[in-house]
Structures are given as C-alpha cells and as structure tokens.
C-alpha cells in the first residue's frame, strides 16, 4: 500500500516569497491533517480535514496561510508571503474513519527553508 | 503547561540496557494514547497504542496512569536500532470520529555499542 506521497520534500526561498506544498493521502483515507514541525519540538496541527471538508483550523495562521482539499483526496497548503520564522518541516498524515482509529499515518515532510 | 510534557533527554544508554520514558498530560479528558517513534530527519510512526491495562509488544511495555495523568514507556534489552525520538501523544474523540492528537516534544533515546 502507497503511503502519504509529499512534494517538494526541500525547499529554500527568500522571505515574503510565496510557497506551496502539496500532499497526497493513503487512498481510502478520509481525514487529512498539516501539521508544522519545528526543530527540537513535536508536530504541532495546523489544519485538520473531514473529506473536503476543514473541520479544525484554529492553529493555521489565516493571515498567511491557506489550505484546500477540494475533492476531498489530495491537499495543498499555501503560505503567502513566507516569513524567516515560517522555516519548518510541514508534514502532511491521513487516517481512515475506521471504527474511531486515531492511527495517523505521516508523509515525509517538506523541509522548508526561508532565507 | 504544556499540554503533552516529556523530558527531552538525551537518555544515552548502552545496548542490552532497560529504559524508561514518562510522560504527563494536562488535559483530564483525553481519551487515546500513544507513542510514535521519530527517526532522525524522518516522519512520526506509530510505535504502539497505550491502554489503561497497560500493554506489552515484544521487548516495549506501556503504561497509562488516568489518575496522574501520567504515561509510560519502558523498553527492555535496547538494541541500536531503537535509536530515536519518542513521541508521547494524547488524542480526543469526538462522538467517535477522529480527534485531534497532542504531540509532546519527544525524549531523544541513543543506544551506544
């Protein structure tokens, strides 16, 4: 079974510069998750999604950021413009709604640096 | 308070040594537990759930305290594999769809020949 499929795995841009990141779930998951990962800290959720739905966005910087998971399967996150402090990991989980499983299952992450 | 609270380590210990991570959670209505394991510049993996009656998977063992608050994780006869950050995660849920999971800043384990 294909896992959580992330793309760009690196990136390195100038602050105020926009970037994208792009995530694609297990097939059959319907709970898609971001989440921002800082150096010596655990993820920490920026956005949860039920199908196409963003049923927790409490944590995502709306200034900045932005999300969609328009037909419910793959995702992008948008971060416009970047800032210095914005460098992180951002990683992407799905889960199945399978009898209330909390199992999330991660992709390898982008690794963004904002110069 | 931290929400999910860990000692960040670094536990160094040699191989073949018994070692044990805690954890404490501020949130009384938390309803799932976990740890996940995170290799060096990798992704999270879920290592194992952790149960009220405590549970065993070969050489780990975790434990939950509900009246502490309090987690565990011990485990036995560490190889140089089990080289790693280990996360302590608690979960809500919600009418029994998923919730969401509150990651501690994981205790880094280094397991030396």
């Known amino acids: 079974e294909a896992g959580v499929v992330q793309s760009p795995r690196y990136k390195i841009i100038e602050k105020k510069q926009p970037v994208a990141f792009w995530c694609n779930p297990i097939s059959g998951h319907n709970t898609l998750y971001w989440y921002r990962q800082n150096l010596g800290q655990g993820p920490e959720l920026l956005i949860r999604y039920e199908n196409e739905e963003a049923v927790d966005d409490s944590q995502l910087p709306k200034d900045r950021f932005s999300a969609e998971r328009l037909k419910g399967v793959d995702s992008t996150l948008k971060i416009q413009p970047a800032e210095l402090g914005d460098s992180a990991v951002y990683l992407c989980?799905?889960?199945?709604?399978?009898?209330?499983?909390?199992?999330?299952?991660f992709g390898p992450g982008t690794r963004l640096t904002v110069l | 308070r931290k929400e999910v609270e860990q000692d960040p380590g670094p536990f160094n210990v040699p191989e073949g040594a018994t070692v044990a991570f805690n954890c404490t959670y501020s949130?009384?209505?938390?309803?799932?537990f976990f740890w996940y394991r995170q290799d060096c510049r990798k992704e999270p993996k879920l290592l194992m759930s952790?149960?009220?009656s405590g549970n065993e998977d070969g050489r780990f063992t975790a434990q939950l305290n509900r009246a502490s608050q309090y987690i565990s994780l011990l485990i036995r006869d560490s190889k140089l594999s089990d080289s790693a950050t280990y996360l302590c995660?608690?979960?809500?849920?919600?009418?029994?769809?998923?919730?969401?999971?509150?990651f501690g800043k994981g205790t880094k384990l280094s397991v030396k020949p």
């Open positions: 952790v149960y009220s």
């Open positions: 995660v608690v979960g809500m849920n919600y009418g029994g769809s998923q919730g969401n999971l509150i």
């Open positions: 949130n009384s209505a938390s309803q799932s």
């Open positions: 989980a799905s889960s199945p709604r399978d009898r209330g499983t909390d199992t999330q299952y």
